[in-house]
């Protein structure tokens, strides 16, 4: 089953899990502000796609960061600010155990329909 990581009050994230029910995909959905984010999860995303893909720069809790903590960041540096603030992860992050998407856009629509035609 597909776990869909994001935050219930994000509007591209209601729009993804919505498009998944009408899709009839089986998907289960993880606040990563009420529900937190496993450290274990968060490692193995970084070890996937980087933490350069895996953190939204253009969201206000990064432009809200420090200069020093924007800075110079690797990724231990950015699993411990994914730790601290959650809200850090480019919405939605979808799971598929094997590989990740981030985003709602046509590419991850197609990946999640062929990852659910498969299964």
Request: glycine letters at 6%; hydrophobic letters at 40%.
């Amino acid at each position: 089953m597909i776990t869909v990581y994001g935050l219930k009050t994000c509007d591209t994230c209601r729009k993804a899990l919505k498009w998944m029910m009408e899709e009839s995909i089986p998907h289960r959905f993880h606040d990563l502000r009420k529900d937190g984010v496993p450290e274990a999860e968060v490692t193995r995303w970084l070890d996937l796609v980087g933490w350069e893909t895996l953190i939204n720069k253009r969201g206000t809790t990064w432009r809200s960061l420090s200069e020093d903590q924007r800075e110079g960041l690797d990724d231990a540096g950015a699993k411990a600010l994914i730790l601290e603030h959650p809200s850090l992860v480019k919405r939605p992050l979808f799971d598929l155990g094997d590989r990740v998407l981030l985003g709602f856009k046509q590419e991850q629509q197609d990946a999640l329909r062929e990852q659910a035609a498969d299964a």
